[in-house]
Nanobody
């Protein structure tokens, strides 16, 4: 059983930064990712990282967000810089037992999910 606990959400102004954390117990899985869901919209993949440290990003956040993982601390991170109002939503950490391949963004492939942490960016 994998348990995921997110933290680090909050409210910031346009252009601000936040760092999300996801503590995982007991094993993170092969592919770990961050997803977000805005009200009335589908959950979308934001970034993913595999056990070798290879990363994936959606185009909208590439260059602004950085996903990383500290295996010694069993923690996944998402550093978000240059935040925009369009980045507002509930952010979820997820874990899956598959490679972070070209279909990494498909949320139905991930078996374990955290409870989510809210990110609000105001203009």
């Amino acid at each position: 059983q994998v348990r995921l606990v997110e933290s680090g959400g909050g409210s910031v102004q346009d252009g601000g930064s936040l760092r999300l954390s996801c503590a995982y117990y007991t094993y993170g899985g092969y592919c770990m990712g961050w997803f977000r869901q805005a009200p009335g919209k589908e959950r979308e993949g934001v970034a993913a990282i595999d056990s070798d440290g290879h990363t994936r990003y959606i185009d909208f956040v590439r260059g602004r967000f950085t996903i990383s993982k500290d295996n010694a601390k069993n923690t996944l991170y998402l550093q978000m810089n240059g935040l925009r109002p369009e980045d507002t939503g509930m952010y979820y950490c997820a874990s899956g037992f598959f490679p972070c391949d070209e279909r990494w963004y498909r949320h139905e492939r991930f078996a374990y999910w955290g409870q989510g942490t809210q990110v609000t960016v105001s203009s």
